[in-house]
């Protein structure tokens, strides 16, 4: 359904008929159906290739190459530190000349390094292209979510970024289910190379379906591609103008942002990373038992994310929604704490909980930024806190596989998300509200 702040930019000539205003109607609903699709397979297909290394940890991948469980935590960071190092530069190029290509080419260099996963036999070539895997992927999300901001309008943003983001959960969770019967199968070696490759063949999809802005699709009409970007310049009247990239990157609320970030994706990155291991470990379960229950977190994430940003953009209370979410994934992880010694049952339902809730917050997350700043700095704003959030799944999936190594217990990373986490809650309760100049004005 198209938002009242588009209906409100329609030319006047076709206010006045019911059937022009139709057709903008059916041709603007084709960005669901169409743009949207394509942005969750390549995010899809980005969260893939990252996140089933921890299935390959857990399937015994120190044991044969013959490394340590410290050294396997870090080929799990590495991505991140990679990660890390081109998220603003690359948002920066997004801005200034295409997104869409240079998703394209990264397609293709991400696809081949995580196939390359499981042919190298070398530590030192592996962390290398754990390292330039991170790289690759680097500009994927702050590019994406800089194309969701030509293409949605505030009213539709939080839910439009929840179905990208939905390419996280609803990959692991099918991945969970598939990879580990991958595994028994064919290898953990192996598995990688299938599960590569596609990004390579997805490339050529991408640069034929996608394109920068609405006036250079081809599936919409020249009137509804006016009437979509008129929505969209309006909205920008009502935000203050910020001078430049660097005037916005140093704001006090960029900045705390990124601080709730870090600690948000700490503990997100070393609950993704590291619960297949922790739930074989802890109920002495095959790959496949091990890949199936791993994927229960994620189902209820998919039906929490989808709930949380139809509120966020019913209400458009961003930062309300949000955070009430952390907190209970921190206090889930606590659970899980409590309880790893005692009930693998209790544990496991704490851990569901804490997936499902950390999960949920992140289509009104991101919608926040748009609201707060201009289009000629948000891109370079998203990637400095994507960039932070890189920093800090470094962190947790580094520490959390490090103290699982030197414990031999789960519990010691169980509170170190959920200390995270619950910090990641209170740090967006203090981000202070958006200025009255940033509410939405009804036109009609």
């Known amino acids: 359904m198209i938002p009242s702040s588009l209906n409100s930019e329609l030319p006047p000539q076709s206010v006045s008929s019911s059937e022009a205003e139709r057709k903008i109607r059916t041709f603007l609903n084709r960005r669901w159906t169409y743009f949207l699709p394509a942005a969750f397979i390549t995010y899809s297909l980005a969260y893939l290739d990252r996140a089933n ?9 120190a044991d044969t190459l013959h490394i340590s469980g410290a050294q396997s935590s870090l080929l799990g960071a590495l991505f991140f530190l990679g990660y890390f190092v081109f998220q603003i530069p690359g948002a920066t190029f997004a801005r200034k000349h295409s997104a869409r290509w240079l998703i394209f080419v990264c397609l293709i260099l991400w696809g081949s390094l995580a196939a390359l996963t499981g042919v190298i036999r070398e530590f030192w070539l592996l962390a290398v292209d754990r390292f330039m895997l991170g790289v690759a992927e680097s500009v994927i999300f702050p590019a994406m979510l800089l194309l969701l901001t030509r293409w949605f309008t505030r009213e539709e943003r939080s839910r439009a970024n929840a179905l990208l983001i939905l390419g996280n959960p609803i990959t692991v969770l099918w ?4 990879t580990g019967y991958l595994i028994q199968a064919y290898g953990w ?6 599960e590569g490759l596609p990004s390579v ?17 081809r599936w919409l009409t020249s009137q509804a591609a006016e009437t979509l970007e008129q929505a969209l310049e309006q909205e920008q009247t009502s935000i203050d103008p910020v001078k430049s990239v660097k005037h916005a990157l140093l704001r ?9 970030y870090f600690f948000w994706s700490l503990g997100i990155y070393g609950f993704v990373l590291w619960l ?9 379960l095959s790959m496949g038992q091990t890949g199936l229950l791993s994927a229960i977190p994620y189902l209820f994430a998919i039906i929490l994310m989808v709930v949380a940003s139809y509120l966020s953009d019913k209400t ?33 339902v704490c851990l569901v909980i804490a997936g499902g809730c950390m999960y949920a917050p992140y289509g009104p997350f991101f919608a926040i930024i748009p609201e707060r700043l201009p289009k000629n700095v948000t891109a370079e704003v998203l990637a400095l806190i994507n ?14 596989g490090l103290l699982q190594a030197l414990t031999g217990s789960s519990r010691p990373g169980f509170l170190l998300m959920s200390f995270s986490l619950i910090a990641s809650a209170f740090l967006l309760l203090a981000l202070p509200k958006n200025p009255p100049s940033n509410t939405v004005q009804k036109l009609i």
């Open 53 to 61: 290394y921890g299935f390959g940890a857990a399937a015994g991948l």
């Open 175 to 178: 991945m969970s289910a598939i």
């Open 189 to 194: 070696q192996t598995t990688f190379i299938l």
């Open 201 to 217: 063949a997805w490339a050529l999809a991408w640069i034929l379906l996608v394109r920068d802005r609405p006036a250079e699709a």
């Open 252 to 260: 006090s609320d960029v900045l705390l942002l990124s601080v709730q």
């Open 276 to 284: 297949p291991s922790i739930v074989r470990r802890g109920g002495s």
């Open 316 to 348: 458009l209370r961003r930062k309300d929604i949000a955070w009430p979410f952390l907190l209970l994934s921190g206090l889930g992880m606590l659970g899980s704490f409590l309880f790893a010694n005692v009930s693998f049952t209790g544990a496991f």
């Open 387 to 400: 960039s932070c959030g890189a920093l800090g799944a470094f962190a947790g999936t580094y520490l959390v």
